[in-house]
């Protein structure tokens, strides 16, 4: 997937900084932000809810559903979805997270048939929050939107 028209702000994307669009109420997905935050040393990642009005007009410019059941990675003008942003952002985590990107050798309908019943579940397995997650003040520049 790729951004056919230019990004401007609230919503600035760039290779030094990519978005992970996440649902928002969905505790799993809230643990995931915090899991690659944690990993995140160099504060590579910038975050927003799908929710939000910077995460409908990045999903839309993906050409991404409007659903909430994926993650989405913005690189600068590229998109990648399901398993294929999670292996992504791995990639670019510290430690020993990087080898998981291997798995993008693995066919994407195998890698996201794995993902879809995760996603499809999360709700019920994980919980989900009331609304979206508002980041700390620590966090805040992390998050597009919420300033």
Not at 110 to 127: K, P
């Amino acid at each position: 997937m790729q951004i056919t028209e230019p990004l401007s702000d609230p919503a600035p994307v760039d290779d030094a900084h990519p978005v992970v669009l996440f649902d928002g109420v969905c505790n799993l997905c809230n643990a995931a932000v915090n899991f690659i935050i944690d990993r995140d040393p160099e504060a590579v990642f910038r975050f927003a809810p799908l929710q939000s009005e910077v995460g409908q007009r990045l999903t839309a410019r993906c050409g991404v559903g409007g659903g909430m059941e994926t993650m989405v990675l913005v690189e600068g003008g590229r998109c990648a979805a399901r398993s294929t942003a999670a292996l992504r952002i791995a990639r670019r985590l510290g430690g020993a997270w990087p080898v998981l990107s291997l798995l993008l050798a693995v066919p994407a309908p195998l890698r996201d048939a794995a993902y879809r019943l995760v996603a499809r579940n999360r709700y019920r397995w994980f919980g989900q929050r009331d609304a979206c997650r508002l980041p700390t003040p620590e966090l805040q520049s992390r998050f597009l939107g919420t300033a």
